[in-house]
């Protein structure tokens, strides 16, 4: 957190074991209205990921818990525990990233594990604290 602005926070997340983002880590800004919990925060990726529901240039996520089925019993931990989540069961349904989308759409596992694995080698961070210093 950072300790100027309550509603902004940093978070790092891991890739799940059994994806391509596994063994490495992921820069994530979330940033709480004035009226949260009553509105969802914004959550996006600071660091590129290859993923149907990341925008790959702008890190907006596509969460159903971040836009109709928000509650305000969730919180920020809940919130990261659900973008973890995602990055182990993406939806190609609706894809903010449609490449990576219509790859799993064709039931290409495949191309959208080496096309993730590849990103994850380029910008995923090593370690937490690596992730952390940047």
């Known amino acids: 957190m950072k300790q100027s602005n309550i509603y902004r926070w940093k978070a790092i ?4 074991e059994e994806t391509p983002f596994y063994q490495k880590y992921y820069r994530v800004d979330i940033r709480c209205p004035e009226t949260y919990p009553m509105k969802p925060p914004t959550v996006r990726f600071v660091t590129p ?8 240039k702008t890190g ?3 969460l159903d ?3 109709t089925d928000w509650s305000p019993a969730w919180d920020i931990m809940a919130i990261c525990r659900a973008v973890h989540l995602l990055l182990r069961h993406p939806e190609p349904k609706s894809p903010l ?9 064709s039931n290409d ?3 959208y594990n080496s096309m993730g ?9 090593n370690s937490f604290e690596e992730a952390e210093q940047k």
């Open 13 to 16: 997340i891991a890739g799940p």
């Open 49 to 56: 990921i290859f993923h149907p529901n990341i925008h790959f």
């Open 60 to 62: 907006e996520v596509c």
């Open 65 to 67: 818990i971040l836009k």
């Open 97 to 105: 990233n449609c490449f990576a989308g219509n790859i799993l759409r």
């Open 109 to 111: 596992q495949l191309a």
């Open 117 to 125: 694995k590849m990103y994850a080698e380029i910008y995923g961070y």
